[in-house]
C-alpha cells in the first residue's frame, strides 16, 4: 500500500481501520492518526502519528506519498476484565473462557477505568494482547467525596471525588458518594449522572 492510501475520513480514524498498523523500523505500530499535505514548493508527503506496540512511544513520521508501507493485519477481541494481581490484569474470552493476561504498560490509562466483569475490546497483533480499547464512556462509583458547603457555588461549583479504580475526578456539588457518574474515557472528564 502507498502512504498516500492512508487518508483520514472525517471522524480522524484512518479510512482502513480493519488493518490500522504498519511496521515500521523493525516495530509494529499503530497509526493514530494521518494528514496528506502538499506544500506549494515541495512534493506530496504523508505525516503519520505511530505508536510503537512494543515500547508505546508516540512518534510522527513523514513518508512520502509514493513510499509503499507494509500493513500488518490486526484483529480485535471482546474480552471481560477479571481482576488484577502481581502478575498483570487478567482477561477472558466469555466465548472460549481463555485467559489472557497483559502488562500494565500494555493496558495504559485504560487501567483507571476498568472494573471487573467489564468488556473491552483487545487488539491483537500476530495472536498477541497489543492493546485496550475502551468504549467512549463509562460508569464508574464515586467511593470517596466531600459534601459540597451551601453557599459554595459562586467560586467552585466542582468538587474532588475519588472513583472505584481511584481515579480522581472533578464533579458537581451536588452529586453525593455512592452514586454512579459517566466519564469520558479520552481525557477522565465527568459527563453526567448513571
Given amino acids: ?4 492510501e492512508w487518508r483520514s475520513n472525517t471522524t480522524g480514524k484512518c479510512a482502513w481501520c480493519s488493518t490500522p498498523s504498519t511496521a515500521y523500523n523493525g516495530e509494529v505500530c499503530v497509526v493514530l492518526d494521518t494528514q496528506h499535505r502538499t506544500p506549494g514548493n515541495l512534493r506530496a508527503f504523508v505525516q503519520a502519528s505511530l505508536r510503537s506496540l512494543r515500547h ?16 500488518v493485519p490486526m484483529e480485535t477481541r471482546k474480552l471481560e476484565y477479571s481482576y488484577k494481581d502481581q502478575t498483570g490484569y487478567h482477561f477472558i474470552d466469555s466465548a472460549t473462557y481463555e485467559e489472557t493476561v497483559l502488562q500494565e504498560d500494555l493496558v495504559g490509562h485504560a487501567k483507571d477505568f476498568l472494573v471487573e466483569n467489564q468488556q473491552v475490546d483487545v487488539v491483537f497483533v500476530d495472536n498477541l494482547p497489543a492493546q485496550v ?18 453557599g459554595d457555588s459562586a467560586s467552585n461549583v466542582t468538587k474532588p471525588a475519588k472513583l472505584e ?16 457518574i459517566k466519564v469520558r474515557t479520552n481525557d477522565g472528564a465527568y459527563m453526567s449522572r448513571a
Avoid at 500500500?1 to 498516500?4: E, Q, R
Fill in 1 to 4: 500500500m502507498f502512504a498516500k
Fill in 165 to 180: 479504580t481511584g481515579l480522581m475526578v472533578q464533579v458537581p456539588l451536588f452529586i453525593k458518594e455512592g452514586e454512579k
Fill in 133 to 150: 480499547e475502551l468504549p467512549a464512556t463509562v460508569e464508574l462509583k464515586i467511593v470517596e467525596s466531600a459534601d459540597g458547603i451551601r
Fill in 56 to 71: 508505546g512511544r508516540t512518534s510522527d513520521v513523514r513518508f512520502s506519498s509514493t513510499e509503499k508501507v507494509e500493513v
